[in-house]
């Protein structure tokens, strides 16, 4: 598990509880079996989001950490015989690269006209209690098993000293939280989803999940704003509700651009998936090209991170800040490294180097005598120069993956 995470309400680090580990782990056991193990409330913080806003995160206690990844590595067992192809978040072996993929290879192969970007409205703080128990029991018997997963869901949180409990909502940042989360959807809205695209013949549906955000194509606009329809009726009876302005129904795919010059009408709308937002554009042959570039949001909260964190290291020695940039810089572009998206790789490194320079020359009275010319020097030792480092996504798809899975 992850050795970083922080402390919980139990304010235990993981190197006190290492040490009592052998003296620990057989007790743990024995009270799981007995009933008398009890879940501690999660500690909970906020981290800012990309809209200005605050997501509330918790941070739950080391045992109840123990406990949730046995009972998520079981519950992953049936699981993973019951999720769909078109699922991919926080799932064994599968990473946001293969639902970009899927998309892509779906919007470039397929006849999608039509693409509904839905967005659920505080997810994993609407979600309720009773209703996702009653869905965990269709597959879930254990009631060992389904009293933790209560206890987990009803201990709720402490805030500023207080503690409150909860009737709806999954913590977010706990461990078994994004299992749940898969599971609530897999019923709510994958299920409905399968058996819609098999009782009616109407055009041509796809759709790519990743946690909750979730993308669906469509070939007629028709059924695009039918499923929007039932798909906003449908969420509302399981307690959530679509986002009423992020939520929208956008022409798009390979021949949006020529239908919307006919009616008179701009170019096509984008949509934003997993921090890249798709539009429709052309190759160097005139031919229709799916443009993932890195969303501005995303650019901006990645650059504002990275600028505090420069901030707080702004007297610690060159090279050791020169490896941490290196590293962090490398993982942005094997992640945002796409065919097309060369321009905002370039401006991020751009980014990257003059806040450094800045951060240096701010180091002492001196600082003035860090030319571009020295500096440039000690750029061309860490900073590497990002480019281009992954495949087309119809190509990756087809080899990890196969057209069986698209669906």
């Not at 304010?11 to 501690?40: F, T, V």
């Not at 449908?234 to 509700?241: D, M, S």
Request: glycine residues 8%; aromatic residues 10%; proline residues 4%.
């Amino acid at each position: 598990m992850n050795r970083k995470a922080a402390e919980g309400i139990d304010e235990r680090s993981w190197k006190e509880y290492e040490a009592q580990l052998e003296e620990r782990l057989p007790k743990l056991h024995e009270e799981i079996h007995k009933g008398s193990y009890r879940a501690q409330p999660v500690k909970r913080v906020y981290i800012p989001k990309t809209d200005g806003q605050k997501r509330p995160l918790g941070i739950t206690a080391i045992e109840d950490k123990l406990v949730q990844q046995a009972v998520v590595t079981v519950l992953n067992q049936i699981y993973e015989t019951e999720f769909y192809g078109f699922s991919y978040g926080y799932r064994p072996g599968r990473a946001p690269e293969n639902a970009l993929d899927a998309l892509a290879t779906a919007i470039l192969k397929r006849p999608i006209n039509w693409i509904l970007d839905a967005d659920l409205q505080k997810f994993f703080d609407s979600i309720p209690h009773d209703k996702l128990m009653a869905l965990i029991s269709i597959r879930v018997g254990d009631k060992r098993i389904l009293r933790l997963i209560g206890k987990w869901l009803k201990t709720g949180y402490i805030e500023d000293g207080k503690r409150y409990r909860q009737t709806e909502g999954t913590p977010q940042g706990s461990v078994i939280s994004p299992l749940l989360a898969n599971i609530y959807l897999h019923y709510v809205v994958d299920e409905w989803v399968e058996q819609e695209r098999r009782r009616r013949n109407n055009g041509e549906v796809i759709i790519i999940r990743y946690a909750d955000d979730l993308v669906l194509g469509f070939q007629y606009k028709t059924e695009a704003e039918r499923y929007l329809e039932v798909l906003r009726e449908r969420v509302q009876t399981y307690g959530l509700k679509l986002h009423p302005e992020k939520t929208c129904l956008k022409e798009f795919g390979r021949y949006a651009e020529e239908r919307r010059r006919k009616r008179g009408e701009g170019k096509p709308e984008s949509f934003d998936f997993l921090g890249f937002t798709h539009l429709c554009s052309r190759n160097r042959k005139g031919g229709y090209f799916l443009k993932r570039k890195t969303k501005t949001k995303k650019m901006r909260q990645k650059l504002s991170e990275l600028k505090e964190e420069l901030t707080k290291r702004k007297h610690a020695p060159i090279q050791q800040t020169g490896k941490w940039l290196k590293s962090v810089v490398q993982g942005f572009g094997l992640y945002f490294g796409v065919p097309g998206n060369s321009k905002a790789l370039r401006s991020y490194r751009d980014q990257v180097v003059k806040m450094w320079l800045k951060v240096l020359r701010r180091r002492s009275q001196k600082g003035s005598a860090l030319t571009w010319e020295k500096f440039n020097r000690i750029v061309d030792k860490y900073i590497p120069h990002l480019r281009i480092c992954q495949p087309f996504p119809e190509v990756r798809f087809a080899m990890t993956q196969g057209r069986s899975r698209m669906r």
